[in-house]
């Protein structure tokens, strides 16, 4: 008789498993994480095999309550899986058959461990999906809150991290709301692609029994069918998209905490953040330091390596399911947590910074940063852009010599460059080079005030989205 009674595959071995090996096969200290999906897809199946005469109806009636009461059990603590167990599945169906009798046997029926697991992180990964939008939508509310309040601030705009052309604080906020707004819409598209129900497909090759797959899909939500049985056992691609549209996320992240990391030293001084998203210093009293930011930043690697973890994982993997796969669970359950996190601390930290709009406006008309616009006045005069480029760059280098800014020089020293040059010249300012860029996506306040709402509706619709489950 086999010793492995406590496996849902120990019938063909005679010897026990080795402990060391089962400990390091064993997928329950992680994947115990999808009980929800597992008895989920399992109360479905029962409710299936049912409809298709396969079950009596009380047998899966008592299937149900059995697998209801487990979920509560391990919710309230009641029970706690462990090492003894396998995976998640095993424990499931052994406390089952605790709970309603032998017939806990019959729901494995027209079911393989390969279409179950595939089934469990699908609805894993769709769930997450939709959280992430919902993380993503907060932090971009965050950001427009933001942008509303502080329309008329004009701060630098950088090329190079030198100071290049003033732009309003606004726009500046609005450029990362357009990251995000693109991983959301990543993420809704990859939506699509994970949300196909793969159970039915057996251990690869399908089943003999007349199940109804598509009652299954539509009583777990799915969109459509998996068309493959051997493709849907061992397909992770849709882990794959999903982490690879989260370490965007963190790249996205990652800019903008190093711009905050920026901004809150005393070199640039544009805001101060919250002291409940710094620390100090062991030894110096008088640091603040934006630990928040940057730990943000340094978890970015973490999630790029959780992608290429995986990535190397399924390289060389022939069809169809084989236990390397076993391996995508930590990469995606870890990625998902970092990134959900990073955005909720990210949006707090925005909200409860203290911005110093002052100090924005002056930094921002300094470093000669209206000479573009100085060169465009003299194209509006009749000078060739080219030209006009050279003689304002000739009037900085003049400038950079005296210490001076352009608007300090006499109209006659002006003329010496150019006789295009008259009194209003010395109306270009930061204020009117900012109103100056009135195009569609410039950082004029209108347009800024244009896109603010399409913004909001943008977020409205994704919230939607989310909530939709």
């Given at each position: 008789?086999?010793?492995?009674?406590d496996?849902?595959w120990?019938?063909?071995?005679?010897?026990?498993?080795d402990a060391?090996?089962h400990a390091?096969?064993?997928?329950?200290?992680?994947?115990?994480r999808?009980?929800r999906e597992?008895?989920a897809?399992s109360?479905?199946h029962?409710?299936m095999l049912?409809?298709?005469?396969?079950?009596?109806?009380?047998?899966?009636?008592?299937l149900a309550?059995?697998?209801?009461?487990?979920q509560?059990?391990?919710e309230?603590g009641q029970?706690?899986?462990?090492?003894r167990w396998?995976?998640?599945h095993?424990f499931?169906?052994s406390?089952?058959?605790?709970l309603?009798?032998?017939?806990?046997?019959?729901?494995?029926t027209?079911r393989?461990r390969?279409d179950q697991v595939?089934l469990?992180m699908?609805?894993?990964?769709?769930?997450?999906l939709?959280e992430?939008v919902s993380?993503?939508?907060?932090?971009?509310?965050?950001l427009?809150e933001?942008?509303e309040?502080?329309?008329?601030?004009?701060?630098?705009?950088?090329?190079?991290?030198?100071?290049?052309?003033p732009?309003?604080?606004s726009?500046h906020l609005?450029?990362?709301?357009?990251?995000f707004?693109?991983?959301?819409?990543?993420?809704q598209?990859?939506?699509?692609?994970?949300?196909v129900m793969p159970?039915?497909?057996?251990?690869?090759a399908?089943?003999?029994?007349?199940i109804?797959?598509?009652f299954?899909?539509?009583?777990?939500?799915?969109?459509s069918?998996s068309?493959?049985?051997?493709d849907?056992v061992?397909?992770?691609?849709?882990?794959v998209?999903?982490?690879?549209?989260l370490?965007?996320?963190?790249?996205?992240l990652?800019?903008f905490?190093?711009?905050?990391?920026?901004?809150?030293?005393?070199?640039?001084?544009?805001?101060?953040l919250?002291d409940g998203?710094?620390t100090?210093s062991?030894i110096m009293?008088?640091?603040k330091?934006?630990?928040t930011?940057?730990?943000?930043?340094?978890?970015?690697?973490r999630?790029?390596?959780?992608?290429?973890?995986l990535?190397?994982?399924?390289?060389g993997?022939?069809?169809t399911?084989?236990?390397?796969?076993?391996e995508?669970?930590?990469?995606?359950f870890?990625a998902?947590?970092?990134?959900?996190?990073c955005?909720?601390?990210f949006?707090?930290?925005l909200?409860?910074?203290d911005i110093?709009?002052?100090?924005m406006?002056?930094v921002a008309?300094g470093?000669?940063?209206?000479a573009?616009?100085?060169a465009d006045y003299?194209?509006?005069?009749?000078?060739?852009?080219?030209?006009a480029?050279?003689?304002?760059?000739?009037v900085?280098?003049?400038c950079?010599?005296?210490?001076?800014d352009?608007s300090?020089?006499s109209l006659?020293?002006?003329?010496s460059?150019?006789?295009?040059?008259?009194?209003?010249?010395?109306l270009?300012?930061v204020?009117?080079?900012?109103?100056a860029?009135?195009?569609?996506?410039?950082t004029?306040?209108?347009?800024?005030?244009?896109?603010?709402?399409?913004?909001?509706?943008?977020?409205?619709?994704?919230?939607a989205w989310?909530?939709?489950a």
């Amino acid at each position: 008789m086999s010793r492995n009674k406590d496996k849902l595959w120990g019938g063909r071995f005679e010897k026990e498993a080795d402990a060391d090996a089962h400990a390091f096969g064993a997928s329950i200290r992680f994947d115990r994480r999808l009980y929800r999906e597992d008895i989920a897809g399992s109360i479905a199946h029962a409710a299936m095999l049912a409809k298709q005469g396969i079950l009596r109806e009380e047998e899966a009636a008592d299937l149900a309550r059995g697998l209801r009461q487990i979920q509560v059990e391990i919710e309230s603590g009641q029970i706690e899986p462990d090492l003894r167990w396998e995976d998640i599945h095993s424990f499931v169906e052994s406390r089952l058959r605790e709970l309603v009798g032998e017939v806990a046997g019959k729901l494995h029926t027209a079911r393989s461990r390969n279409d179950q697991v595939a089934l469990d992180m699908r609805l894993f990964a769709r769930a997450s999906l939709r959280e992430i939008v919902s993380r993503l939508v907060g932090l971009q509310r965050t950001l427009l809150e933001l942008a509303e309040a502080n329309l008329g601030v004009i701060m630098p705009g950088y090329t190079h991290l030198q100071r290049a052309q003033p732009v309003l604080f606004s726009h500046h906020l609005l450029a990362y709301f357009e990251m995000f707004q693109r991983d959301v819409e990543r993420l809704q598209d990859c939506y699509r692609r994970t949300n196909v129900m793969p159970l039915g497909s057996g251990a690869l090759a399908g089943v003999t029994y007349p199940i109804d797959r598509q009652f299954v899909s539509e009583q777990l939500g799915f969109d459509s069918l998996s068309r493959n049985s051997m493709d849907a056992v061992c397909d992770r691609d849709f882990v794959v998209e999903q982490m690879a549209a989260l370490c965007l996320i963190m790249a996205h992240l990652s800019r903008f905490a190093e711009e905050v990391i920026l901004w809150s030293s005393e070199e640039f001084g544009f805001l101060e953040l919250d002291d409940g998203y710094a620390t100090g210093s062991s030894i110096m009293p008088q640091k603040k330091n934006p630990d928040t930011a940057e730990l943000i930043r340094g978890k970015t690697g973490r999630v790029y390596g959780s992608l290429m973890a995986l990535l190397t994982t399924i390289k060389g993997l022939p069809l169809t399911y084989n236990k390397d796969l076993q391996e995508d669970k930590e990469q995606l359950f870890d990625a998902v947590d970092t990134v959900s996190s990073c955005l909720k601390l990210f949006a707090a930290m925005l909200a409860t910074a203290d911005i110093h709009e002052n100090r924005m406006r002056e930094v921002a008309g300094g470093g000669f940063s209206t000479a573009t616009d100085v060169a465009d006045y003299l194209v509006r005069k009749g000078l060739p852009f080219r030209q006009a480029h050279e003689v304002v760059g000739r009037v900085v280098h003049h400038c950079l010599e005296r210490g001076c800014d352009i608007s300090d020089l006499s109209l006659a020293s002006l003329k010496s460059f150019s006789p295009l040059f008259d009194e209003d010249v010395y109306l270009i300012d930061v204020e009117a080079s900012v109103r100056a860029r009135d195009v569609p996506g410039g950082t004029a306040p209108n347009r800024v005030r244009e896109a603010l709402a399409e913004a909001f509706r943008l977020v409205a619709a994704s919230e939607a989205w989310s909530e939709s489950a």
